[in-house]
T-cell receptor
């Protein structure tokens, strides 16, 4: 199974951009890159997903390396409500094998 | 639109007892799944369903049963609770497999 590697924790200042990295060197051609986040005492929340091209939505941007072996989730202006554990997950479109790792715990300082 | 709802929020069981965790969604999603999350860990997939009448096992299915008689409901049954099943259980649904899953608020289960 393709796996991802993320830093255990990161810190950011409020209203500054945050770049959360994810390495997935064994990604296959059919694997999508999914990002979820989990706020304290809540269920995970979908953030963004992509295959090859960079993606933007109202929550974040996803930058995917040309060789697809790494990606970066970009929060353009961190707020205190963005403090959460962020999970980078690989999953093929029709394959139900979504494995959540330990994720990156993001702390946002006022 | 309530999204994904789970009941109960908290439950304490004794070893050997059985119970059913309820999950319902009102988004007409075909895909539903159950995860467990142990302290300080990521989520692990227990069972999933790609539509009414269709279920399959995930990464950690032992000790759990599921059924999917309607699109809306996907209950998880613990047949004989064990302390190793102490965890937080999350139900999720999505329009298609894996993409944009919506998660419920979770059920915190303690087995003594």
């Amino acid at each position: 199974d393709a796996k991802t590697t993320q830093p255990n924790s990161m810190e950011s200042n409020e209203e500054e951009p945050v770049h959360l990295p994810c390495n997935h060197s064994t990604i296959s051609g059919t694997d999508y890159i999914h990002w979820y986040r989990q706020l304290p005492s809540q269920g995970p929340e979908y953030v963004i997903h992509g295959l090859t091209s960079n993606v933007n939505n109202r929550m974040a941007s996803l930058a995917i390396a040309e060789d697809r072996k790494s990606s970066t989730l970009i929060l353009h202006r961190a707020t205190l409500r963005d403090a959460a554990v962020y999970y980078c997950i690989l999953g093929a479109y029709n394959n139900n094998d979504m494995r959540f790792g330990a994720g990156t715990r993001l702390t946002v300082k006022p | 639109n309530a999204g994904v709802t789970q009941t109960p929020k908290f439950q304490v069981l004794k070893t050997g007892q059985s119970m059913t965790l309820q999950c319902a969604q009102d988004m007409n999603h075909e895909y539903m799944s159950w995860y467990r999350q142990d302290p300080g860990m990521g989520l692990r997939l227990i069972h999933y369903s790609v539509g009414a009448g269709i279920t399959d096992q995930g990464e950690v299915p032992n000790g759990y049963n599921v059924s999917r008689s309607t699109t809306e409901d996907f209950p998880l049954r613990l047949l004989s609770a064990a302390p190793s099943q102490t965890s937080v259980y999350f139900c999720a649904s999505s329009r298609t497999v894996l993409v944009e899953q919506y998660f419920g608020p979770g059920t915190r289960l303690t087995v003594t």
